[in-house]
């Protein structure tokens, strides 16, 4: 009998674990049923709180690094083994949904409470993580402290991160009391492997009717900021052939950007999501525009095509308007292929329980995608309603929310027992 087949007894409780989001959900609720938690305010701070007495209640230590990532572990019979870590994000976004990295963190949670209601001890220990600002929004870039223990950026890189009003992650970790002790890469804090349940944040599970995405790769990015100058002037004597109009070169690389997204079908995503225009005032012609790109493919050889293609179009809009342009690229990380023995974990867990599934690609980072350089690691994608996501609507069915977690508390279980039952040969 193989790994998954001995997790077969144990099973969640969806209630139970649906609750949980309800009532983290009501940490920074909105008025339209989302959620406002961006990184490291008191908000964020809040919902961490509550996710440790969570956790504490079952009995787990708690372990915070100094990227303010937390870690809850529950033992294993054997100590020196690697923890089985999952996990995900309780930062969201300004406008964001109830699921998203949320289900993550509080599956991996009704896993913890899973083991603890069958009296169950896995060989290796368990961990549920949560990631620092994994959403990026309010520190970019994205997934900087799983990026930090991964050791793609290093301490200072992470903490030195600045939101538009000028505060760091490093100062709002000590404002809210999560700078913890601990050194926040992979060399301080080994783990066995890992794995992420999230929502799928598109639309084709549901399309297509399917409850687990079994999620294979993850696209790669380039986020890039621009700043174009030009000359503020009086809106009404300006000549028009006379103005330098920071906002009309902003505009055209807008319609740049979304011109290289659709040239560069299928898969390729392109999105200009931030716009600041100076003075931001009706009768003077904008002299500054800071505007930002998302560029996402899974192929790195088309993503760097569209970055060439960017860079060429920027060029040729800001000289023929006779603008100065600020271009940089702050974040790239190349296509990811998550480790075959976590998605045949994840594949078997599915067809144990005989859900509905299909391979799939993921269109959205996740912090999984910086675990998978430096541990085994597999996602576990459940559907949300029409596929929207980034959005205070963002919701989920509790059928897909207890199948996605049953899924994990399997895999997690495979993994954690893998050294015991390769021992004895089952
Ligand atoms: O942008 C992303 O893919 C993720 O939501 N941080
Ligand atoms: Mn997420
Ligand atoms: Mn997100």
Redesign the pocket.
């Known amino acids: 009998m193989n790994a998954i087949n001995q997790t077969q007894n144990h099973k969640v409780n969806g209630e139970r674990l649906w609750q949980s989001l309800m009532d983290m959900a009501k940490i920074g609720e909105t008025e339209k049923g989302g959620v406002c938690r961006l990184a490291l305010t008191d908000l964020d701070k809040q919902g961490r709180d509550l996710f440790i007495d969570w956790c504490k209640a079952e009995g787990c230590s708690i372990r915070i690094d100094k990227m303010g990532n937390i870690f809850a572990r529950r033992e294993g019979r054997n100590p020196d083994l690697p923890p089985i870590v999952t996990g995900s ?1 309780l930062d969201s ?1 300004p406008t964001g949904g109830r699921f ?2 949320v289900y993550g963190v509080l599956a991996g949670l009704e896993v913890i409470r899973s083991l603890n209601d069958a009296d169950y001890v896995t060989e290796a220990p368990v961990e549920v993580s949560v990631w620092t600002n ?4 309010r520190f970019p870039p ?2 900087v402290s799983s990026g930090v223990f991964a050791k793609v950026f290093d301490l200072d890189y992470g903490l030195s991160r600045a939101d538009v009003d000028g505060k760091t992650m490093g100062e709002e970790l000590e404002r809210i009391g999560y700078a913890g002790p601990d050194e926040p890469n992979i060399d301080g804090h080994a783990v066995g492997a890992y794995f992420e349940a999230h929502i799928e ?1 598109g639309p084709i599970l549901e399309d297509e009717d399917k409850t687990i995405g079994v999620v294979t790769d993850a696209q790669g ?1 380039r986020w890039y900021e621009i700043t174009l100058t030009g000359v503020e002037a009086h809106a009404g004597p300006t000549p028009m052939h006379l103005r330098k109009d920071a906002l009309l070169g902003a505009s055209r690389i807008v319609d740049a950007v979304n011109r290289i997204g659709m040239a560069n079908q299928p898969y390729a995503c392109a999105t200009v999501g931030m716009m600041q225009v100076h003075p931001n005032s009706r009768n003077v012609i904008p002299g500054k525009v800071f505007l930002t790109v ?1 560029f ?1 493919h899974p192929d790195d050889d088309i993503l760097a095509k569209m970055d060439k293609e960017l860079r060429e179009a920027a060029k040729e809009i800001t000289e023929d308007i006779g603008l100065g342009m600020d271009f940089e690229q702050i974040w790239y990380y190349a296509p990811i292929k998550f480790e075959e023995s976590c998605v045949q974990a994840v594949r078997d867990g599915v067809e144990l329980n005989g859900y509905s599934h299909r391979d799939m690609v ?5 912090d999984a995608c910086y675990l998978s350089k430096v541990t085994p690691t597999g996602m576990i994608f459940i559907p949300c309603i029409d596929g929207i ?2 959005n205070e609507v963002e919701d989920a069915k509790p059928e897909w929310v207890t199948a996605g977690a049953q899924v994990l508390l399997q895999a997690m279980i495979a993994k954690a027992d893998e050294t015991v039952l390769e021992n004895t040969g089952a």
């Not at 994994?134 to 929004?137: D, N």
């Not at 993921?362 to 996740?366: E, K, Q, R």
């Open positions: 994000h976004q998203d990295g994994e959403e990026g929004s994205a997934m944040q990015q998302d996402r993921s269109g959205a980072g996740h996501s980034h």
